[in-house]
């Protein structure tokens, strides 16, 4: 496994590696993810919906120690103390329902795609605007693998109509969010995962582009064969921003930003 930058250094004063929780743990991509953060030291949270035992293991067949925390979409809440653990959190986990347009398929995708997702961001941010005078952590990080599909035909609408949501909503938010927080959006290609089991890339070959990038910086992380995306997402997360910015406007000062209806679910 090639060494990749380390976008989150260690932190200073204790030298404790940075701890990476990472959602869709079990999928193709969460794995590889894991897999290169223990590359570089990290201590990892493997944040799943399912049940069964996940074991990673080295090149070497040497087992790679992960806590496995299990969640539930709709259930963010029960994170929040976890999450005060956490330096870099990446939301990953997805589901697609490719021709599927029926009212569960419509709930399910916007759940899991979108609404879950833009609801651990804002609990993240809560918990990290909370922690933030503790000078000791390194600044946190949200890397939000929104797809392609923000600007691309998927041949999937469910699945096209939550990513650009999760885009949308990421856009926006961003305009408050990214005060606190770095925020790295991951615009990825076709590669091959239970979700997409004709994608042409590897999905440990993207993780390890996904950890180059973020090493060299870049807030946009883009991976794919297609040429499109390089020009078109840049200019659509412009003009996204530039609406924003002028159409609406952040809470006014005092106002705990975004915990109101997370509240209000907590009751
Ligand atoms: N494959 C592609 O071509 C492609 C392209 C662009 C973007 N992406 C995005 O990359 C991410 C990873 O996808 P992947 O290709 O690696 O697919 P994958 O192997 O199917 O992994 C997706 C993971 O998401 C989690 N998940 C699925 N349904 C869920 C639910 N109802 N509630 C909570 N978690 C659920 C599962 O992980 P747990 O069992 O651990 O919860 C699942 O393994 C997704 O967000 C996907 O949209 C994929």
Redesign the pocket.
Known sequence: MPDSPLPLPPTPASNRPITVAI??????????LLRRWHGCGATLI?????S?P?TLKEANGQPIPVRQVR???GEEAALTGLLGEVDLLV??????VHGGRSATDTA?SL???AL?GWRLLERFAGVVDARNQDSDRPRAEVWV?????EIQP?FSPL?ELS?RLLGHLLSLRSLDLARSLTIRR???????????PI?V?D?DWVAGEVMRQAGWGCRLIIVTPNPLTYVLMPLALLGRWAYFQVASRGAPPGDEEGTVPLRNRDR
């Open positions: 959602t869709g743990a079990q999928g193709s991509l969460g794995q590889a493997a944040l799943t919906s399912s069964h996940l969640w539930r979409v939301l990953n986990h997805g589901v697609n399910l759940e899991v795609n879950s693998n929104t797809s392609e599909a998927a699945y990513k991951l615009v990825l290609g076709p590669f091959r995962s239970s979700l997409n994608g890339m999905a």
